[in-house]
DNA sequence: GTTAGGG
DNA sequence: CCCTAAC
């Protein structure tokens, strides 16, 4: 009784309830805002501090603008986060984020201005700060820029330094709590990663393309980022987590990670039981079956919780829950597209948190859950329209990309590094087809190729907030778009949110992509945009989706001009897509149909509480409303010919007492107190089916 | 929270 | 089994 608003738990004091079953009715949760810590606050100033000093060296440039300063705050966040745990907290792998591909695009154009260096290395700059990682960009696409590139290398290459410092001090740290380190030389040269025309930065797997506004849209661009590289990327970041801990919340990872430690077991994708609603769409049109992934099933965010049919025998339900999170299974989502919401917002509907929503953000999860079903990751990539672009280029920035989440089996024993192996191999066969770009502008994908931006409109300032890329592993057909960005978006604030959402950190690391950076925290709780928000009610045990969700999370990038652009979820449609699993399926046994019938005929129908009290008090996984509709299947298969009859036979003789108890208490309406006993109905088994036979000798 | 039914 | 409307 008290189980139910015992279980709103608050997330924020990342209580982790123990509720053996969650009580069907959602458990909503509210979120709760997080708030900014002192200490973070603090971190930021300095780091912020730190970055103006780097700038004022390079003869700092006037020249922010609203949108830098958003990233810059984000980052800032994000390294703040960072630092604090890896401080305060022993970090746990779990804990690490399931890594994104970040990419970034950077147009050429701002390189042969004067003040392009400037600005790029302001870029630059905050990328570094923000990430606390240094990142190499080089950009090799005309020779014409590459004086101003080394001077943005430059750049670049002090900030990095001057990180490399803090990597250090965090690495003596780490050290001392005792992880491992390995033996990475510091400093530029070791984290730099330098790639012709796309670059990644190691840590963070940013890939920053420049390409020329004229240039076709497919050929040009090239997003692939190459596999050693990853396993580069992944495994710095992997340092990086170590070091400085997730950009999440430390709370959140913390009880992720537990959550995660103490489920991820499961050689199901256990998932959260969720929500009605949510499971109500998973079986029908809403999700599809992903063709390929067999190996890992997506997973959805919801951790709905399932009723609790024990008010009235309090923990009647204990163990059960889990036993849920094991056996049930997991479909799939094919909907992902639609999933790709800005906020996420798409799968969440209703439900409220779940805690891991809460922490990793929400959207983002359910999302990615609903992408998952394809297998397809999505990844929105934020543009800015380059400023004042004379020159025509034009200018992208993908922040992240993320695999849809990924179910993992893996026995308690396996070790953290096998644990970590086989996440990769899941997101490698994942994406081991290869990547498909689609871009969509305005919601719309762009098909013809041949086409030049301009010509599709894509250079345009007022359609670049509409453009969005999609990643989908090559082997997938499904065509269909899968995130598109908003064009009329709101505050560069919400885009933040939207972001971080999609970007919230699973609870493993896919080893693949690194975190992205939190976006501010004030502004997250509340989004504007939708109430998705709300996590999907989840119990702990969601933790044990040791999925990943990974949705790949496109983040507009404010350019200049500091207008934000949203991302907006393609599809509305699964609003509330949450995924609930179905309970086992659980034949009633003889035994059971047997005592289900002598409850019945004692107590009558219309009462399948007192039935179950009566007869299944300990079948915890026998609600009344299933006793109540196995008796409806009774007096269905009591009706109709043995032959048409399947499943385990029910003896004839049970089955002719279930019409005779059916009959008799429909002329009874079954209100009256249980007189009746067995003996009565005894009687009519005479009668048989004569049902005003029967109530005649039964009265 | 229970019931009663439809799906 | 799920989901809901009605109580």
């Not at 002192?38 to 780091?47: F, K, P, S, V």
């Not at 975190?515 to 045990?541: C, H, K, M, R, Y």
Request: aromatic fraction near 6%; glycine fraction near 6%; hydrophobic fraction near 30%.
């Amino acid at each position: 009784m008290v189980f139910k608003k015992r279980l709103s738990y608050e997330f924020n004091g990342f209580h982790v309830p123990n509720v053996p079953r969650a009580p069907r009715s959602s458990r909503r949760r509210v979120l709760h805002k997080r708030t900014v810590e002192d200490g973070q606050i603090c971190a930021i100033e300095l780091l912020a501090s730190l970055a103006d000093k780097l700038l004022q060296e390079s003869e700092s440039s006037a020249s922010s603008n609203a949108s830098e300063g958003n990233d810059h705050s984000r980052f800032g966040k994000n390294v703040v986060k960072q630092e604090r745990q890896y401080e305060d907290k022993p970090l746990k792998i779990e804990s690490l984020d399931q890594g994104s591909c970040e990419l970034s695009a950077f147009g050429s154009e701002l390189i042969p201005e004067s003040n392009g260096d400037l600005k790029e290395f302001q870029n630059a700059e905050n990328h570094a700060t923000l990430e606390c990682i240094p990142v190499m960009k080089k950009s090799s696409f005309s020779d014409k820029v590459s004086s101003d590139l080394k001077t943005v290398i430059g750049g670049t290459a002090k900030i990095d330094g001057a990180f490399s410092n803090v990597g250090d001090s965090c690495d003596c740290k780490s050290e001392n709590k005792g992880f491992d380190e390995e033996g990475q030389p510091k400093g530029l040269d070791a984290r730099t990663l330098t790639m012709s025309n796309t670059y990644i930065s190691k840590d963070s797997m940013e890939i920053c393309v420049t390409f020329p506004e004229s240039i076709n849209s497919d050929r040009d661009v090239k997003l692939t980022p190459h596999r050693d590289f990853v396993r580069k990327a992944s495994f710095s970041r992997l340092r990086n987590a170590i070091k400085l801990g997730s950009r999440d919340d430390d709370d959140k990872n913390f009880t992720r990670s537990n959550k995660f430690s103490n489920r991820f077991k499961a050689s199901r994708p256990p998932t959260h039981i969720g929500d009605r609603r949510i499971r109500k769409l998973l079986t029908s049109k809403y999700w599809k079956v992903a063709p390929k992934l067999k190996d890992f099933e997506v997973s959805k965010a919801d951790r709905g919780l399932k009723p609790l049919y024990c008010k009235r025998k309090a923990f009647y339900n204990n163990g059960k829950y889990q036993y849920d999170i094991f056996y049930k299974k997991k479909k799939k989502f094919c909907d992902w597209h639609s999933a790709v919401t800005s906020d996420g917002g798409v799968s969440n509907e209703s439900v409220s948190n779940s805690p891991e929503k809460i922490m990793s953000g929400d959207k983002s999860n359910s999302a990615a859950m609903l992408h998952g079903a394809n297998g397809v990751s999505s990844s929105f990539i934020g543009q800015q329209a380059s400023h004042r672009s004379m020159d025509s280029h034009v200018k992208l920035s993908i922040e992240s990309f993320r695999i849809p989440e990924l179910f993992i089996e893996v026995p308690e024993t396996a070790t953290v590094g096998s644990l970590k192996r086989t996440i990769m191999e899941a997101v490698t066969a994942l994406l081991g087809g290869g990547l498909r770009v689609g871009v969509l502008l305005q919601g719309k994908k762009v098909r013809d190729d041949s086409r030049t931006l301009s010509q599709s409109g894509i250079s345009c300032k007022d359609n670049l907030g509409t453009l969005g890329f999609t990643l989908e592993p090559s082997a997938i057909q499904s065509p269909a778009p899968v995130c598109s960005v908003d064009p009329p978006p709101p505050l560069s604030h919400d885009a933040a949110e939207n972001v971080t959402r999609s970007l919230a950190t699973p609870p493993v690391d896919s080893g693949i992509s690194e975190a992205v950076p939190e976006p501010p925290s004030l502004t997250n709780p509340e989004n504007p945009t939708d109430g998705n928000q709300e996590p999907v009610s989840s119990d702990t045990d969601i933790l044990t989706d040791p999925g990943l969700p990974e949705s790949k999370a496109l983040v507009l990038v404010p350019a200049m001009n500091g207008e934000a652009l949203a991302v907006v979820p393609l599809n509305q449609k699964p609003k509330k897509s949450e995924l609930a699993q179905r309970r086992t399926r659980r034949p009633f046994s003889v035994t059971e149909v047997e005592a289900l019938v002598q409850a019945v005929e004692e107590v009558g129908t219309g009462r399948w509480r007192d039935v179950k009290l009566r007869a299944f008090e300990n079948a915890e996984h026998r609600t009344y409303v299933d006793l109540k509709d196995k008796w409806k299947t009774l007096v269905h298969t009591a009706r109709i010919s043995s032959q048409q009859r399947r499943g385990e036979p029910v003896p004839q003789e049970l089955l002719d007492r279930v019409l005779a108890a059916h009959a008799y208490w429909s002329q009874h309406q079954a209100k009256q107190q249980g007189k009746h006993q067995s003996g009565t109905l005894k009687l009519t088994e005479t009668s048989d089916r004569n049902e005003a036979g029967a109530i005649q000798l039964l009265m």
